[in-house]
Every structure is written in structure tokens, then in C-alpha cells.
């Protein structure tokens, strides 16, 4: 009777358990994901500047055929080359925090370090355009770092996360060809009416420039609204890797398995 007992609680337990994880981790996906619509959006989006020659290149191409981006800049490179920084302000561009050094092992040592990255980076950003940045990108994309814990105590900055749903290969190789970068950048296979593409602008990013004018005119040519990341867009980072759960220890204080 008593083991009859115990498998019933067990049944029991096992049931709450799972009805506790679809609530907690249910709409998880829906939070990661920008969902398709019938509008189409793209948000070119520009990591690791600023740089001189590079992401002015960039600016350049985007003013010619009159679209903006989105530029994610790095705290500790902005002195003295501010006018690009105020550049991209003043023509109507995005801006968000890449962290201050973009050094991975300094950055993600600790939540309270990234942070700390991340606002100093805003303050340099601030002195230069005036502007307090709260949308980010981690360094290497989000994966792995972030927690529903971590994600709490960023949104208690203010803090927006954007990783993407469509990448090229030159932030890994820079000299990658220019019709690799293109084709990677308007993969089809996706049919992703939003979509976060993910490029580079540091000075080695010669090759990006070379096919950014064939991205834009594909995706013009498809019919999609270039736009800049603000705060009103809904954020998008990769999926939160769960903990592993013990069932033994959660099943523990209801069912003594000693005989």
C-alpha cells in the first residue's frame, strides 16, 4: 500500500512539475524571435566600430542609396575619432553599446563587469552625441551568456538586447569574398519577413563594403523597409539555455526511497 502511495505522489509531483515548465519556458521562444508579417523589415546592423576609413565607407554607401543602420560601437575606440561617432548620429543612424573593450574574457567574467562595459561604453557615446544608448549586442552574440536572471537585471538598466536572425561571415573572416558575404546576407531559405543582419565596419571590413550596395539593392529590390534599431523594437536574442534540472532532487522532500 505505502508503495502504491508513493508512485501516486510521484505521478503526481511529476505532473505539477511539468505544467511548471510550460508556464515558465512556454513564450520563451516568442521572446526570441522576431515572427514573420506580411510587412517586410530589414535592420542593417554594423559591429566593432568605430573606425576611420571603414565605417565612414559605410556611411557612404548607406547615404547613397538613402537607408539607415544600426551601428553597435565599442566604448574604447571612439577617442579620436569622434567625428565618425557624430557622423552617424547626425545622418539618422542607430546607435548601441558593444561593450567598452570588447575583450571576451575581461567582458564576460562576471554580470557586474558586462555591465559595467556596457555603461561606460554609453557614457562615451553620451559626451560625444549626447545620446544614452540602452540597446545592446553581446559580443559574439548573446548565446550562452545570458539567463532569465542575467536578463532581469539588464532590463533593470534599461538595457534592450538585439542579437540576429541573419549573418555573414566576416565578423569570423574579414576577407571573405565579396560574393560570400553577398550570398550569406540574402540567403532565402530563411523567407524571414524581419530580419537583424549582422555585418561588421572595423578597419579590416574592406570586403563588407564591397558587397553592402548589392545587400541593399537585393533587398530593395524585394520589396523590404530599411529601418534602425530603437527601443520601441522588440528585442531579439537567442533562446536561454535552460539548467539542468534533478528530478531525484526535486522529488526528494515528497518520496522517502529508503526501505
Not at 551601428?71 to 558593444?98: P, S, T, W, Y
Not at 533562446?239 to 532532487?249: A, C, G, M, R, Y
Amino acid at each position: 500500500m505505502k508503495e502504491k502511495s508513493k508512485i501516486l505522489i510521484f505521478l503526481i509531483v511529476f505532473l505539477l512539475f511539468t505544467f511548471m515548465l510550460t508556464s515558465k519556458y512556454g513564450s520563451q521562444k516568442s521572446k526570441a524571435t522576431i515572427s514573420n508579417s506580411s510587412k517586410k523589415v530589414i535592420y542593417l546592423t554594423f559591429d566593432d566600430g568605430p573606425s576611420d576609413i571603414i565605417t565612414n565607407k559605410v556611411l557612404d554607401i548607406l547615404k547613397e542609396n538613402d537607408v539607415k543602420g544600426t551601428f553597435f560601437l565599442i566604448g574604447n575606440q571612439i577617442e579620436g575619432l569622434e567625428d565618425v561617432v557624430k557622423r552617424i548620429h547626425k545622418e539618422g543612424h542607430g546607435i548601441g553599446l558593444h561593450t567598452y573593450t570588447h575583450k571576451m574574457k575581461r567582458i564576460y567574467s562576471s554580470k557586474n563587469t558586462f555591465i559595467n562595459e556596457m555603461l561606460q561604453s554609453r557614457e562615451e557615446i553620451n559626451k560625444v552625441t549626447g545620446v544614452s544608448a540602452n540597446i545592446i549586442r553581446f559580443p559574439g552574440g548573446s548565446r550562452k551568456h545570458l539567463s532569465e536572471d542575467f536578463l532581469t537585471q539588464l532590463h533593470s538598466y534599461n538595457f534592450k538586447i538585439y542579437d540576429w536572425n541573419m549573418v555573414t561571415a566576416d565578423g569570423l573572416n574579414p576577407k571573405a569574398s565579396p560574393d560570400r558575404l553577398y550570398r550569406e546576407a540574402t540567403d532565402d531559405k530563411k523567407e524571414l519577413s524581419s530580419i537583424i543582419l549582422l555585418l561588421h565596419c572595423d578597419y579590416m571590413h574592406k570586403n563588407t563594403c564591397k558587397a553592402l550596395p548589392r545587400i541593399i539593392k537585393y533587398y530593395k529590390d524585394k520589396g523590404y523597409e530599411f529601418k534602425i534599431i530603437t527601443e520601441d523594437t522588440p528585442e531579439l536574442y537567442f533562446p536561454i539555455t535552460k539548467k539542468s534540472f534533478n528530478l531525484f532532487d526535486f522529488l526528494f522532500p515528497y518520496i522517502d526511497c529508503k526501505k
